[in-house]
């Protein structure tokens, strides 16, 4: 229950067109859905990140969209370019804790 | 500002050694947590630190240990060094104890031979 799971595991996009990464989660004690963006040797950085009270936030080229029904969450990159090129990681946490659970991580590469 | 530091960037040890990864968190986070990356994986939860108590533990052996300073950085412990935690160990800070926004530093690659 404490999983959460991250589709496709790779992902080849043209430069310009847009990058879409889904996750799924089963605790409905999660209440806090970040998505992180890892470059080879180096921490994941912070993107942007979601609370369960809308549906949606944008911030620049990229997007997150959330279904509390469906207990998905997706990340949508606009734009897509090569210096996109990472592994992208989402995660989630509850109330009450700081700890992070994990994706499995989606690396994206975007061609010129 | 500076951000999340940790050291050292890498290290080398041997099966049987212990090691002690640094960190020190933003300025003015009080949380501290710890996490392992294995090639190829999503970070794993190891500790949380929160005003120098620990707040939570992730599903990893008596070997790893932890400590916050009373200026909120952090030590992570590994004793009996195995194979397995041949990995990158990741620092995060926080402001708060609780679902705050967590930020990462640039980790410490452990190889453990």
């Known amino acids: 229950q404490q999983q959460v799971k991250q589709s496709p595991q790779s992902l080849i996009v043209q430069k310009g067109g847009i990058s879409i990464i889904n996750c799924a989660y089963e605790n409905t004690a999660f209440d806090y859905f970040p998505w992180y963006q890892q470059f080879p040797g180096k921490g994941p950085a912070l993107l942007i990140a979601?609370?369960?009270?809308?549906s949606e936030k944008k911030e620049g080229r990229f997007t997150i969209s959330f279904n509390k029904s469906a207990k998905q969450f997706s990340l949508h990159i606009m734009d897509s370019q090569p210096g996109d090129s990472a592994t992208y990681f989402c995660?989630?946490?509850?109330?009450?804790?700081?700890?992070?659970?994990f994706g499995q991580g989606t690396r994206l590469t975007i061609n010129p | 500002d500076a951000g999340v530091t940790q050291s050292p960037t890498h290290l080398i040890k041997t099966r049987g050694q212990h090691v002690t990864l640094r960190c020190s968190p933003i300025s003015g986070h009080k949380s501290v947590s710890w996490y392992q990356q294995v090639l190829g994986q999503g970070p794993q939860f190891i500790f949380q630190y929160y005003e120098k108590e620990e707040r939570g533990r992730g599903n990893f052996p008596d070997r790893f240990s932890a400590r916050q300073f009373p200026n909120y950085s952090s030590e992570l412990n590994v004793n009996a060094l195995l194979l397995g935690d041949s990995a990158l160990y990741l620092c995060a800070s926080s402001l708060g104890q609780q679902n705050t926004e967590a930020f990462f530093g640039q980790g410490t690659r452990l190889t453990v031979v």
């Open positions: 995660a989630a946490s509850s109330r009450g804790a700081q700890k992070l659970v």
């Open positions: 979601i609370r369960p009270d809308v």
